[in-house]
Antibody, heavy 125, light 107 residues
Framework: QVQLQESGPGLVKPSQTLSLTCTVS??????????WSWIRQPAGKGLEWIGR???????NYNPSLKSRVTISVDTSKNQFSLKLSSVTAADTAVYYC?????????????????WGQGTLVTVSS | DIQMTQSPSSLSASVGDRVTITCQAS??????LNWYQQKPGKAPKLLIY???NLETGVPSRFSGSGSGTDFTFTISSLQPEDIATYYC?????????FGQGTKLEIK
């Protein structure tokens, strides 16, 4: 059973860079059958898709964040990471990492089916 | 971005009731629609994919229907453990976008 776990600082100062890592266990991040996503949720609000990375390194980002976001993968550590630069209070949220299959023959695909528990990041001085 | 509009935003129902939530897309998304359940303090859980397919292990009281721009999510007989917020999500176009959520409470 695959599991995902977010880690990183819970407090980031305004204008600095938010950095989070998602560690994947119970499966290899190198499998070409999946992509790996970041999604966030401000307190009491809805969900916002940040972006995704394929094992090949190919990425897609939400245009609303694209200028500030970098998602990368480290297959040797079975991890992928999120960097969000120039943060403001509006970036305060619970950040989730998730996995989605790109193989549509076995059930859901292009739909995040495994999620981490989420980590709260607060932007404040 | 494709806008997803859910209704109602909140809903109060009794155990055993049939509950229906609707989701409307701002443009045709075919059947590229998911429904997620999120309980307080937890990550969202995928319930329905491709508008009407039940994810493995999800109880059969949950169902979904629709295509194009109009979609429906139904709980046939509400159970106490179904108290949660439900989100629709389109994945036809990037970026994937979510509805604003429907908070379901027990009467």
């Amino acid at each position: 059973q695959v599991q995902l776990q977010e880690s990183g600082p819970g407090l980031v100062k305004p204008s600095q860079t938010l950095s989070l890592t998602c560690t994947v266990s119970g499966g290899s991040i190198s499998s070409g059958s999946y992509y790996w996503s970041w999604i966030r949720q401000p307190a009491g609000k809805g969900l916002e898709w940040i972006g995704r990375i394929y094992t090949s390194g190919s990425t897609n980002y939400n245009p609303s964040l694209k200028s500030r976001v970098t998602i990368s993968v480290d297959t040797s550590k079975n991890q992928f990471s999120l960097k969000l630069s120039s943060v403001t209070a509006a970036d305060t949220a619970v950040y989730y990492c998730a996995r989605a299959s790109i193989d549509c023959s076995g059930g859901s695909c292009y739909s995040e089916d495994y999620w981490g528990q989420g980590t709260l990041v607060t932007v404040s001085s | 971005d494709i806008q997803m509009t859910q209704s109602p935003s909140s809903l109060s129902a009794s155990v055993g009731d049939r509950v229906t939530i609707t989701c409307q897309a701002s443009q045709d998304i075919s059947n590229y629609l998911n429904w997620y359940q999120q309980k307080p303090g937890k990550a969202p859980k995928l319930l329905i994919y491709d508008a009407s397919n039940l994810e493995t292990g999800v109880p059969s009281r949950f169902s979904g229907s629709g295509s194009g721009t109009d979609f429906t999510f139904t709980i046939s007989s509400l159970q106490p453990e179904d108290i949660a917020t439900y989100y629709c999500q389109q994945y036809d176009n990037l970026p994937p976008t979510f509805g604003q959520g429907t908070k379901l409470e027990i009467k």
